[in-house]
C-alpha cells in the first residue's frame, strides 16, 4: 500500500529523472527548461494514485503519468505563446527566452515526446491507453480554442463556461485517473467510472482556482490573484453575477468593467463585494462543494478496499483544500 | 492484387471523405482547408503500397496511411508559420488567412488527429504502429530544427545537409512504408528492411526535388522555381558546388550569395552556370541515382513475389521520374 508521500516523490523524481537526447539544442533544452520549471506533478500523482487503486505495482503507470505531465506542459509552452504571458513560474516564457520558432517547434516536439513515453506501457495496455489519452489530448484542444473565443463574445453562458473548463481542464484530469486505473488492472468500464469521478474532481479544481485568482490570497498562494477581475475574464464568477444582481448592481459592474481610470486595486475591490452582494461568490462555493462531493461519492462507489483509496482522497483534499 | 492507379484513388478519396467535428469552428477549418489543399497524397500511397506487398486488404492500413498524411499537413501547417510563407499551392497559408493563434492551436490538433487515425487500427498492431509512429514524428521535428539552424550558421558540410533531408524528409517516407508492410503482416524484421528501403527513396527524392527547383522546368511542375538560389538556401548542390570549386569559380559564386544589385534570373543563371561547371550539379545526379539503384535493389532483396511490388515501383518511378 503506497501513502500519498511516496507516490508524490515517485513522480517529482521520475519527472527529473527524464532523459532527452542533447541535439538539437534549440529542439530539447526549451522542453527540458520547461520541465525543470516546477509544478506539483498533481496529474502524474493522480494517475498513480489511481493506478493503486487497483494494483500494488503503480511503476507500471509512470510512463503514462509521465506522458500525461509532459502533455500538460506542452500545452502551458504553447499557451504562453498564444496569450503571450512573458512569465510562468517565475521565470521567462519559452518563445521570451527564445523566440516564437523555437516555442512552436519545441513544443510540437514535446507533444510527440508525450506520444514516445506512452509507448513505454505495457504492450497490451497500449491500444486503450493511446484512446484515453486521444480523447483527452483532444479536448484540451477544443478547450483551449473555446477559451479563446470567449474572449472575442460579448456574453458567454455560465452552461458554455462550464462545458470549456471540462475540456480545459477536467478532462485530462479525469484521464490521467482514467490511464491509471487502466494500467493498473481496471477494465474499461471500471476506468471509465474513473474518469467519471475525475471530471468532478476537476470541475472542482477549476472553479477553485477561478475563485482563488478572484478571492484567494497572494501570499498562501505564491502567485498574484485578481488578474481575472483586471482582464475582465468571463469567469463562472462574473457570469453568475451578471445574471443574478439586480438592474443597480449589473449597471455597476458593467461599469466597472469599462472604466479606464480607476486603480487594479480599486477595480478589485469594489468587483468582489459586486460578487458577494450578487450571491454569485456563494453560488462558486457551493458548485464546488457539489462537484467535490459528487467525486467523493463516485470514489465510494467503487468496489475497491478502501485503504487503496487513502492517496487519490488525499490528492483530491489537498487539491481542493477540503478535509472531508 | 492492386494496380497503383486503384491505390492512387483510395489514398485521394480516403483523404476526401475524412470526418472532423464542426465545432468548435476556429480548430477545425483550418485542418480542412488544409487538407482540402491538395497535394500528390504521396505518404498514403506509400503506405498503401507498402501493405500490399503482404497483404490483399489494404484497407487495413488505411488509418495509418491517413495519420501520415495529416501528420505531413500539420508539418507544413506550422512550417509555414515558423518560415513566414504567405502562399502553399496557391492558396493563402492559415497563419495569413485566419491568424499566428489559429495557425499554432488547429496545428496541435491536427498532430493528436494524426493519433487518433493511427489508433483507430487493429489493436494488435497499435503497440509497433505507436512506436513506428512517434519515431517519423521525432525524426520531422529535429530535421525541422536543423533546418533553422542551418539558416543562422555560416556553413554546412555535405554531412550535415544529408542527415538533415534524412531525419526531414525521408524518415517520414520511410516510416509511412514501414506502417503499411507492419500493417499488412511483415513481421518486425521485415518491415524494418521496407523502411531501409524507404529511406532510400525519400533520400533519391529530396536531393531531386531541391535539384528540380535549380534546374527544373517551372511550367512542368507547376510552381516556381530558383527560390533556393534567390535565397541562398545552403542545398546539397550550393554545400558541393563550393567544395569543388575551384579557388576562381568559390569567389565568384561567394560574390554571386553576396550580391545586393543583380537581378534574380541573372543570379541564378550564373549560379546555375557554376553548379555545372564545378561538377555539383552531376555529382548531385549521381547520388540521386544512387539512392534510387540502392531502393530498387532493397525492394528487390524483399522475398516477396514481383507482382506485389508492382505499385511500389510505380510510386518510386512516379517521385524519382526514372523510367528503371
Known amino acids: 500500500m503506497y501513502t500519498f508521500d511516496q507516490i508524490a516523490r515517485m513522480a517529482a523524481e521520475a519527472v527529473e529523472e527524464l532523459q532527452l537526447p542533447a541535439e538539437p539544442a534549440l529542439l530539447y533544452d526549451p522542453i527540458r527548461y520547461t520541465l525543470e520549471g516546477g509544478g506539483k506533478r498533481i496529474r502524474p500523482i493522480l494517475t498513480l494514485s489511481s493506478c493503486a487503486l487497483f494494483s500494488e505495482a503503480v511503476q507500471k503507470s509512470l510512463p503514462a503519468a509521465l506522458a500525461i505531465e509532459v502533455?500538460?506542459?506542452?500545452?502551458?509552452?504553447?499557451?504562453?505563446?498564444?496569450?503571450?504571458?512573458?512569465?510562468?513560474?517565475?521565470?521567462?516564457?519559452?518563445?521570451?527566452?527564445?523566440?516564437?520558432d523555437v516555442a512552436i517547434l519545441s513544443g510540437d516536439a514535446m507533444l510527440v515526446y508525450a506520444y514516445e513515453l506512452a509507448a513505454q506501457s505495457d504492450p497490451d495496455k497500449i491500444?486503450?491507453?493511446?484512446?484515453?489519452?486521444?480523447?483527452?489530448?483532444?479536448?484540451?484542444?477544443?478547450?483551449?480554442?473555446?477559451?479563446?473565443?470567449?474572449?472575442?463574445?460579448?456574453t458567454v453562458t455560465a452552461d458554455q463556461y462550464l462545458h470549456m473548463i471540462g475540456l480545459k481542464t477536467a478532462v485530462l484530469m479525469a484521464g490521467a485517473m482514467q490511464a491509471g486505473a487502466w494500467l493498473g488492472g481496471a477494465d474499461e468500464a471500471l476506468a471509465e467510472q474513473v474518469y467519471e469521478a475525475g471530471m468532478h474532481l476537476g470541475m472542482?479544481?477549476?472553479?477553485?482556482?477561478?475563485w482563488l485568482?478572484?478571492?484567494?490570497?497572494?501570499?498562501?498562494?505564491?502567485k498574484n490573484t485578481g488578474d481575472d477581475i483586471a482582464s475582465n475574464k468571463k469567469t463562472f464568477l462574473l457570469i453568475k453575477a451578471r445574471e443574478l444582481a439586480s438592474p443597480a448592481q449589473r449597471e455597476e459592474l458593467d461599469g466597472l468593467m469599462r472604466s479606464t481610470d480607476?486603480?487594479?486595486?480599486?477595480?478589485?475591490?469594489?468587483?468582489?463585494?459586486?460578487?458577494?452582494s450578487s450571491g454569485a461568490k456563494a453560488l462558486t462555493e457551493r458548485l464546488i462543494?457539489?462537484?467535490?462531493n459528487d467525486f467523493s461519492r463516485l470514489l465510494d462507489k467503487i468496489r475497491i478496499d478502501e485503504p487503496r483509496k487513502q492517496p487519490l482522497r488525499e490528492v483530491a483534499r489537498k487539491l481542493i483544500g477540503r478535509e472531508k
Chains 1, 2 share one sequence.
Open 71 to 100: 502533455f500538460h506542459n506542452f500545452t502551458l509552452l504553447h499557451d504562453d505563446l498564444m496569450d503571450n504571458s512573458s512569465l510562468r513560474r517565475g521565470r521567462e516564457t519559452v518563445h521570451v527566452r527564445w523566440n516564437n
Open 262 to 276: 480607476l486603480s487594479r486595486e480599486e477595480k478589485t475591490e469594489r468587483v468582489k463585494a459586486l460578487y458577494v
Open 127 to 154: 491500444p486503450q491507453l493511446l484512446a484515453i489519452l486521444n480523447r483527452i489530448f483532444v479536448g484540451v484542444c477544443q478547450g483551449q480554442q473555446y477559451d479563446m473565443d470567449f474572449e472575442q463574445v460579448d
Open 289 to 292: 462543494d457539489d462537484y467535490f
Open 204 to 210: 472542482a479544481f477549476q472553479l477553485q482556482d477561478d
Open 213 to 222: 485568482d478572484t478571492f484567494g490570497d497572494t501570499q498562501t498562494l505564491g
